[in-house]
């Protein structure tokens, strides 16, 4: 062993054969960089504490910049500027929203225009501008076949786990998608009726009150989904008497109930063996 002033040398220890000065200051910086570690630590530590005692609606406060992307990229695609991109992947169902968009604006038409008796309306072809029986019609096949879609693939892949999720989900979910926008079109009718923009069959009542309890009664008896449905077209069918359109919502959620039940029943069973029982 050989000593040479402060720096001693120990052959079975290279870390040791630092000298003594630099040692030294390495253990000063590795105090100093703990030290701050610690300090950022308790730092995060306390601002988290803080960020949990704001009420979460506090937290993230939107700018004008975010609001109106936010606000842009819930119109069409179509009229979305060419800056604003959306990263959500469509489904494999996405292009049947253009031909419900098309069979929405012919039964709107129809329901403008049923008054007016014109030659053309009963031309070939041209008599489906104004078939709003047919698009309605049109509007239930797309339904069952968006609603079973990826319910059969996971059928077919036998994914009991991802089926369960999926019929709980739309099942649960089926009933507040169409009674809920339903729900407020009738409220807007109820308004505009109090604003006297219109009064169909008389149902504008002289108090406020009354108005409201009879509009609420209405209501309750439209959104039971035990309601007596009778027919398809014809008088007897479930009519909701302040939007008669709104006739459809009822039948649709009963086939989407059905439709859910069914692939329930049939998920197990063979695909030619659920095929036969799909025709009968």
């Known amino acids: 062993m050989t000593y040479h002033g402060d720096n001693t040398q120990f052959p079975n220890n290279p ?3 630092i000298p003594l000065e630099t040692r030294e200051l390495v253990d000063a910086e590795s105090c100093s960089v703990n030290d701050d570690l610690i300090h950022k630590t308790e730092r995060d530590d306390a601002e988290g504490r803080q960020q949990q005692a704001v009420p979460r609606w506090l937290r993230y406060r939107p700018s004008s910049r975010d609001i109106k992307s ?34 929405a604006w012919l039964v709107f038409l129809t329901h403008t225009y049923k008054d007016q008796h014109w030659r053309w309306t ?21 339904s069952g076949y968006v609603l079973s ?32 926008s339903a729900t407020v079109a009738l409220f807007i009718v109820l308004v505009m009726m109090r604003l006297g923009w219109f009064d169909e069959d008389g149902l504008r009542l002289p108090s406020l009150v009354d ?10 008896e439209f959104l039971n989904p035990f309601g007596d449905i009778r027919g398809y077209y014809g008088d007897d069918r479930v ?13 649709e959620f ?19 063996t659920r095929m036969i029982l799909t025709w009968i």
Request: charged fraction near 15%; aromatic fraction near 12%.
């Open 122 to 142: 009963n031309a070939p072809f041209l008599s489906v501008l104004m078939n709003a029986e047919g698009m309605v019609a049109l509007f239930f096949v797309i």
């Open 149 to 180: 879609y990826r319910l059969l693939i996971h059928t077919h892949n036998r994914s009991s786990e991802q089926l369960l999720n999926s019929l709980a989900s739309s099942t649960f979910r089926r009933g507040m998608r169409l009674y809920g």
């Open 254 to 272: 009963r086939g989407s109930m059905i439709l859910f039940i069914y692939v329930a029943a049939t998920c197990k069973l063979r695909p030619r």
């Open 15 to 17: 870390d040791l054969n």
């Open 239 to 251: 009519h909701n008497k302040y939007l008669g359109p709104m006739w459809t919502i009822p039948v």
């Open 70 to 103: 936010q606000l842009l990229a819930r119109l069409p695609r179509f009229l979305r500027p060419a800056t604003i991109r959306t990263t959500k992947s469509l489904p494999p169902t996405a292009y049947l929203d253009a031909v419900r968009g098309y069979a």
């Open 211 to 220: 108005q409201l309890v009879d509009w609420t009664w209405t209501l309750v």
